[in-house]
Protein backbone atom coordinates (compact mmCIF):
# COMPACT_ATOMS: atom_id res chain seq x y z
CA UNK A 1 0.00 0.00 0.00
CA UNK A 2 1.04 3.78 -0.89
CA UNK A 3 0.49 6.86 0.77
CA UNK A 4 1.24 9.36 -1.31
CA UNK A 5 1.66 13.66 -0.35
CA UNK A 6 1.76 16.03 -3.11
CA UNK A 7 3.66 19.66 -2.93
CA UNK A 8 4.92 22.13 -4.30
CA UNK A 9 1.55 23.87 -5.79
CA UNK A 10 1.02 27.88 -5.71
CA UNK A 11 0.24 31.25 -7.55
CA UNK A 12 2.24 31.87 -10.63
CA UNK A 13 1.80 34.52 -13.91
CA UNK A 14 1.55 32.93 -17.01
CA UNK A 15 4.91 31.99 -18.65
CA UNK A 16 6.68 31.13 -15.00
CA UNK A 17 7.18 27.49 -13.60
CA UNK A 18 6.66 25.45 -10.77
CA UNK A 19 7.68 22.01 -9.86
CA UNK A 20 5.49 19.22 -8.33
CA UNK A 21 6.32 16.80 -5.74
CA UNK A 22 4.41 13.60 -4.84
CA UNK A 23 6.24 11.80 -1.80
CA UNK A 24 5.16 8.55 -1.66
CA UNK A 25 5.51 5.57 1.64
CA UNK A 26 5.61 2.01 1.01
CA UNK A 27 9.01 -0.18 0.17
CA UNK A 28 7.45 -0.94 -3.37
CA UNK A 29 7.77 2.35 -4.67
CA UNK A 30 9.73 1.73 -7.52
CA UNK A 31 7.74 -0.82 -9.31
CA UNK A 32 4.70 1.35 -9.23
CA UNK A 33 3.13 3.56 -12.27
CA UNK A 34 2.97 7.14 -11.60
CA UNK A 35 0.75 9.69 -12.69
CA UNK A 36 0.20 13.37 -13.09
CA UNK A 37 -3.67 14.70 -13.38
CA UNK A 38 -5.57 17.26 -12.51
CA UNK A 39 -9.42 18.94 -11.59
CA UNK A 40 -11.39 21.78 -12.06
CA UNK A 41 -14.44 22.36 -10.31
CA UNK A 42 -17.01 21.01 -12.17
CA UNK A 43 -15.09 19.20 -15.12
CA UNK A 44 -13.84 15.55 -14.76
CA UNK A 45 -10.15 14.49 -13.58
CA UNK A 46 -7.76 14.82 -16.73
CA UNK A 47 -4.55 13.20 -17.49
CA UNK A 48 -1.62 15.33 -17.18
CA UNK A 49 1.44 12.76 -17.29
CA UNK A 50 2.75 9.73 -16.09
CA UNK A 51 6.21 7.25 -15.38
CA UNK A 52 5.95 3.54 -16.10
CA UNK A 53 7.89 1.78 -12.88
CA UNK A 54 10.70 0.18 -14.61
CA UNK A 55 10.97 0.90 -18.46
CA UNK A 56 10.65 4.50 -18.00
CA UNK A 57 8.15 4.89 -20.58
CA UNK A 58 6.56 8.14 -20.37
CA UNK A 59 3.38 9.29 -21.25
CA UNK A 60 1.76 13.56 -21.78
CA UNK A 61 -1.43 14.75 -22.73
CA UNK A 62 -1.09 16.68 -25.86
CA UNK A 63 -2.37 20.46 -24.14
CA UNK A 64 1.07 19.57 -21.77
CA UNK A 65 3.45 18.11 -23.86
CA UNK A 66 6.90 20.31 -24.07
CA UNK A 67 6.30 22.33 -21.52
CA UNK A 68 6.13 19.45 -18.49
CA UNK A 69 9.00 17.26 -17.32
CA UNK A 70 7.36 14.02 -15.33
CA UNK A 71 10.47 12.26 -13.26
CA UNK A 72 10.90 9.77 -9.95
CA UNK A 73 13.91 9.51 -8.12
CA UNK A 74 13.27 5.76 -6.73
CA UNK A 75 15.78 6.43 -3.92
CA UNK A 76 13.69 9.22 -2.59
CA UNK A 77 10.44 7.58 -3.30
CA UNK A 78 9.23 10.88 -5.12
CA UNK A 79 8.00 11.91 -8.60
CA UNK A 80 8.01 15.55 -9.92
CA UNK A 81 6.16 17.02 -11.99
CA UNK A 82 8.65 19.98 -13.77
CA UNK A 83 5.91 23.11 -15.25
CA UNK A 84 7.28 25.31 -17.12
CA UNK A 85 5.75 28.18 -19.42
CA UNK A 86 2.39 28.06 -17.03
CA UNK A 87 -1.24 29.40 -18.63
CA UNK A 88 -4.10 30.13 -17.05
CA UNK A 89 -5.66 26.74 -18.56
CA UNK A 90 -3.58 25.30 -16.70
CA UNK A 91 -4.90 26.15 -13.19
CA UNK A 92 -6.45 23.10 -11.36
CA UNK A 93 -5.67 20.38 -8.36
CA UNK A 94 -2.66 18.59 -9.32
CA UNK A 95 -2.93 15.12 -8.19
CA UNK A 96 -0.19 12.17 -8.52
CA UNK A 97 -1.64 8.43 -8.42
CA UNK A 98 0.26 5.29 -8.38
CA UNK A 99 -0.89 2.11 -10.00
CA UNK A 100 0.99 -1.04 -10.90
CA UNK A 101 0.31 -0.08 -14.96
CA UNK A 102 0.96 3.03 -16.63
CA UNK A 103 -1.72 4.94 -18.57
CA UNK A 104 -3.62 7.74 -19.25
CA UNK A 105 -6.84 6.52 -17.09
CA UNK A 106 -8.02 7.28 -13.94
CA UNK A 107 -9.29 3.77 -13.26
CA UNK A 108 -6.14 2.08 -13.37
CA UNK A 109 -4.17 4.08 -10.86
CA UNK A 110 -5.13 2.62 -7.53
CA UNK A 111 -3.31 5.12 -5.05
CA UNK A 112 -4.24 9.02 -4.57
CA UNK A 113 -2.57 11.95 -3.08
CA UNK A 114 -5.23 14.58 -1.94
CA UNK A 115 -4.11 17.34 -4.32
CA UNK A 116 -2.18 20.20 -4.25
CA UNK A 117 -3.57 24.05 -5.52
CA UNK A 118 -1.84 25.60 -9.01
CA UNK A 119 -3.18 28.78 -9.63
CA UNK A 120 -1.81 30.67 -13.49
CA UNK A 121 -2.84 34.32 -13.43
CA UNK A 122 -2.80 35.96 -16.64
Known amino acids: QLQLVESGGGLVQTGGSLRLSCAASGRTFSSYALGWFRQVPDEEREFVAA????????YYAASVKGRFTISRDNAKNTVYLQMNSLKPDDTAVYYC???????????????WGQGTQVTVSS
Open 51 to 58: VSGRRGAI
Open 97 to 111: AAGKTIGTMRGIYDY
